[in-house]
């Protein structure tokens, strides 16, 4: 019985490993996918990245060595808008997922940039450009 356990759950991890999450980019993600188009960079989205903490990122710029995550203020408890005493327990969890994935995709060599939604919500495609252009880990 443990044996079968143990085998269907190997089973269900590579389902979950081969499954696109989530199944609606959301209009932040849109907004940068849009940037990458008009500034005509290849990208994937929702890329497994086998690391420790394995995950699929918001976007992957393979020939850049580029993961971009577009963060959203409420989920990932912005610092802007959300003092560390104001934090839920979910947000807490978020980020601290987040401090972890991000260390280990620059411990396996790629780039890392994380954008808040605020901030995606204001950007201009002139500054985008520059913000994944410039950017040293």
């Given at each position: 019985?443990?044996?079968?356990?143990?085998?269907?759950?190997?089973?269900?991890?590579?389902?979950?490993?081969?499954?696109?999450?989530?199944?609606?980019?959301?209009?932040?993600?849109?907004?940068?996918?849009?940037?990458?188009?008009?500034?005509?960079?290849?990208?994937?989205?929702?890329?497994?990245?086998?690391?420790?903490?394995?995950?699929?990122?918001?976007?992957?710029?393979?020939?850049?060595?580029?993961?971009?995550?577009?963060?959203?203020?409420?989920?990932?408890?912005?610092?802007?808008?959300?003092?560390?005493?104001?934090?839920?327990?979910?947000?807490?969890?978020?980020?601290?997922?987040?401090?972890?994935?991000?260390?280990?995709?620059?411990?396996?060599?790629?780039r890392v940039i994380r954008?808040?939604?605020?901030?995606?919500?204001?950007?201009?495609?002139?500054?985008?450009?520059?913000?994944?252009?410039?950017?040293?880990?």
């Open positions: 019985i443990i044996y079968n356990r143990l085998k269907k759950f190997g089973i269900l991890r590579r389902e979950r490993k081969e499954k696109i999450l989530p199944l609606k980019n959301s209009k932040i993600e849109i907004k940068i996918q849009d940037f990458l188009k008009d500034s005509k960079v290849e990208f994937y989205t929702h890329q497994y990245m086998n690391i420790e903490h394995a995950y699929q990122c918001d976007i992957l710029i393979p020939l850049m060595n580029l993961v971009l995550e577009c963060d959203g203020d409420y989920w990932h408890g912005n610092p802007e808008y959300y003092p560390e005493e104001r934090l839920t327990e979910r947000q807490k969890l978020q980020m601290e997922r987040d401090n972890i994935r991000t260390k280990e995709l620059l411990e396996k060599g790629f954008l808040w939604e605020n901030e995606i919500k204001e950007m201009r495609l002139e500054e985008f450009q520059n913000k994944i252009k410039n950017h040293n880990p």
